[in-house]
């Protein structure tokens, strides 16, 4: 598929769908905990195809698993049955435990599970783009020396961080490129770290390791989607473009017409309904009167597309995932 295309068709169309980040919530249409989802490629990808049967996503997207990649460094992991798996502790606090540091092969620890997951997604979903699901360079960094000290030692280690940072996104580069050979169509960078930053920190501590990433893996083929959905991203979107991602996804902790202000409008921009507090915590009433008003407000722009403002928990409601949907179809029915 050429996904430079299907950027531009989406841009131009009056129609459009949304592509929500939405897959952990198959854990309720599977029957299964977390655990047992995220520990089964079959599963995944099972939950990937039930997503796509049951609603007119724009795209599926693979689990938005944040803690894979810093396992693989060896970091240490909480599971639980209910919720996503989340990173303790930290692994560098020097510049000769950063030296130190070695890059994992893609493909170690659960990574082997997720990459298999979208490939089997693939031999499943045919009639629409798969997107995997990865981390971000400085998103990974602070898991690895801690999420508070990634924040103080850009000023204070800013060798070590720029140590531990290259060795993240070499890591990143090879296991997107074990996405693009199962067959996925792009990929969902997550930089949620980043949006804590200062556009002059964003600049030097995550710009140019995402633009590393873009510049080796994206292609006609194979698209970049960056997720920011930090305070602070509006401010550091002239930082952003410059990363060379084909596509932007915000969170809600920002006004999406502010983003669409300074995105160009051949860039496609999506955002950004509360997941927390819509999705898992709203009401189909509430989720619609919030989907109908964003879309309101934003859709004169061509350029945007309606979503998720970051990973849909597992434990949201049916119900308001549903009415999400519901509220897109009842605003596209008149044009």
Known sequence: MNMYKWLEDLRTAKVKKSMP???FPSDQLLGVTVKELIMDYLKQAEGMKRICDRLPTLASVSLMDLSVEAECFGAEIVFSDD?????????????EEAEQLKIPAAGDCRTAIYIKAVGEA???????????????SFSLAGRLVGVTEAMINCYEEPEMMKIVLEKSTR?????????KKAGAN??????????MLSPALAEEFSEPYIKMIVDSCQTEDFIVIYH???????????????????AFHFGNAVDMREVLKKIPESVVAMGNIDPAGQFKNGTPASIRAETL????????????VISSGC?????????????????????????
Request: proline share 5%; aromatic share 12%; charged share 25%.
């Open 228 to 246: 920011n959905c930090g305070d602070y991203a509006v401010n550091m979107i002239s930082s952003l473009l410059k990363t060379g991602a084909k």
């Open 293 to 304: 008003k964003l879309l309101e407000d934003c859709s004169r722009y061509d350029n945007f």
């Open 171 to 179: 890591f990143i580069i090879d296991y997107i490129n074990e996405f």
């Open 186 to 195: 792009g990929v969902v960078i997550a930089e949620p770290l980043t949006g």
């Open 83 to 95: 919720e996503v798996p989340t990173v303790v502790g930290k692994l560098v606090g020097s510049v």
């Open 21 to 23: 980040i939405l897959s």
């Open 122 to 136: 693939c031999k499943l979903i045919k009639d629409r783009p798969v997107f995997a699901g990865v981390i971000g």
């Open 311 to 335: 990973d849909i928990p597992p434990s949201s409601r049916w119900e308001n995932i549903d009415a999400y949907f519901d509220a897109i179809k009842e605003f596209y029915s008149d044009k």
